[in-house]
């Protein structure tokens, strides 16, 4: 099983920017996509963010022109850089990877807390 490992969270002042990285255990070039989700506490995870093999990215509405998702084939990571943050996207960020459609794997995730 593909093993991710999410850094990068912290905290950070409302306005703020940070940039998560996932690095996968083995080659994410044949992936056919690799997401970011989140969970504040006592909410239900959400989708973030997503980039697929072929490059097509999507986000969730609340994150559009704030938050971005890229990917290093050759280093085995995805980002995803997060600027103009808000409260309200403090929460556990966790990286999933959709190897095929048999496979797939989670992140332990990292924590980012946005405050004053």
């Known amino acids: 099983q593909v093993q991710l490992v999410e850094s990068g969270g912290g905290l950070v002042q409302p306005g703020g920017s940070l940039r998560l990285s996932c690095v996968a255990s083995?080659?994410?070039?044949?992936?056919?996509?690799m997401d970011w989700y989140r969970q504040a506490p006592g909410k239900q995870r959400e989708f973030v963010a997503t980039?697929?093999?072929?490059?097509?990215?999507n986000y969730r509405d609340s994150v559009k022109g704030r938050f971005t998702i890229s990917r290093d084939s050759a280093k085995n990571t995805v980002y995803l850089q997060m600027n103009s943050l808000l409260p309200e996207d403090t929460a556990v960020y966790l990286c999933?990877?959709?190897?095929?459609?048999?496979?797939?794997?989670w992140g332990q995730g990292t924590q980012v807390t946005v405050s004053s």
């Open positions: 999933h990877a959709r190897v095929n459609p048999a496979a797939e794997s």
């Open positions: 083995e080659s994410i070039f044949n992936f056919e996509h």
């Open positions: 980039i697929t093999g072929g490059g097509t990215i």
